[in-house]
Structure formats: C-alpha cells, structure tokens
C-alpha cells in the first residue's frame, strides 16, 4: 500500500529535507503505525466513514494474503523439484523413450521406438535414414490398431549386411480414412546421467548419443 509525501506530512510525520524515501511500499508495522496515527489526527467532526476504514484493512489483507500465497507456492515448487529429483535419480542405467524422430543402432541393441496412431490402420511404414538422409531400411507394420505400437531394427541391410551402430533418423507413416499421415515417434535410449543443477530448467536426463531431454517428457520407462 503506497502514501505520497503529502499525506505522510498531513498525518504529522515527518520526512528528511532532500532525502527521497528508499520505497514507497508499507509493511505491517508501519502500515498499523500510520494507520493509528491517522485516527489521532483526523477531525473528531469529520470522522472517517466506515467503509473508508474496512476498505483500508482490506487492502492490507489482500497484499499480505498474495504474499503468504506466494511462499506457500514456492514452498510447493521446492518440494516437486526435490521429488522429481529422486524420482529422474533412479532412472539412470534403464532405457525410456521420448519424443524424437532419432534413434541409437548399438553395437548389440536394436533401434527401437514407438509410433501414435490416432486411428486405425491397414498399413504402416517406417523409414529408417543414415546421417545423409538415404533411407536405409523400410519396416512395413502392416495394420495396427489405434494407440502407441512399439517397432525395433536390428541393423540388418537389404543386402544381408549388418549397418553401423550411431544415431539414425526415423520417419513414420500411415493411411488412416483414406489419408497419408505422418505419425509422431517416441524413441528408446538410455539414461546415461540425470542433471540438477539449473532449477529454471528442471530434473534433465542425459541420454548420450540423443543428447540432453527434460524429465517430463518422458513417456515410458523400460
């Protein structure tokens, strides 16, 4: 709640000669001591009107209010981080899968990941590409039903040959009533590391070769 220097000066207090006061906001002591100071110096013929005065206790109330509220909420935070924390902690080593259209071929893994269908379909196509785009691989799902479908290459070639393990992109399509529909991926990849350190970011899960990915955007955890 903020008071000119007028109104300070009619109350009778009293302020330094070419000092400009450092913030024109009260708290709840000197709130009350104005207030008190107020009632002494206000005309006994004119007193002020009580919806003049309960409109000043309110507005404290409010002010004090939003901040109690903010500190129970930051409070709150606090407490989701610390547990997001634990939980993200105990990820490291398993394999999740998040949204992404890049895979990891290992050595002795497969490149696995899921699709969303929004509907059912009679053909699905996903086309697996090498760091220059050439696709290298097609799986064919044939039909699938509506909801995440789960697909894995094991790195064989069309030639017999084995392809070498690194990141791959993935594309995935589908006819879904009649129309050819590009699907959302969600890859697997394991959490090497979980960072803390940056709370404007959040619990951060560390996924090698696919890079860095937020907590909260994991779908699945296996």
């Known amino acids: 709640m903020a008071f000119d220097i007028d109104t300070v000066k009619q109350l009778g207090l009293s302020v330094a000669d070419g000092v400009k006061p450092k913030k024109q906001e009260l708290g709840q002591e000197q709130f009350l001591k104005l207030m008190t100071t107020q009632m002494t110096h206000q005309d006994p013929t004119k007193p002020m009107e009580n919806g003049d005065f309960l409109a000043q206790m309110a507005q404290f109330s409010t002010v004090e209010g939003i901040g109690s509220l903010n500190d129970a909420f930051n409070s709150f935070a606090g407490s989701m981080t610390s547990s997001q924390s634990i939980q993200a902690s105990g990820l490291v080593g398993k394999s999740v899968s998040v949204p992404s259209n890049q895979g990891v071929l290992g050595v002795i893994s497969p490149l696995t990941g899921n699709i969303k269908l929004n509907g059912a379909t009679n053909q699905v196509t996903v086309n697996i590409k090498d760091q220059s785009g050439t696709v290298?691989?097609?799986?064919?799902?044939?039909?699938?039903?509506?909801?995440?479908?789960?697909?894995?290459?094991?790195?064989?070639?069309?030639?017999?040959?084995?392809?070498?393990?690194g990141v791959y992109s993935v594309d995935a399509q589908a006819s879904i009533d009649g129309q050819n529909s590009a699907l959302a991926t969600f890859m697997a990849a394991k959490v090497e590391s979980v960072d803390l350190g940056d709370p404007q970011k959040g619990v951060i899960l560390n996924l090698g070769q696919l890079g860095a990915v937020e907590f909260s955007k994991v779908k699945q955890v296996f």
């Open 136 to 165: 290298v691989k097609t799986l064919n799902l044939g039909s699938q039903s509506e909801g995440l479908k789960k697909f894995e290459w094991d790195g064989l070639l069309e030639d017999g040959s084995h392809a070498t393990p």
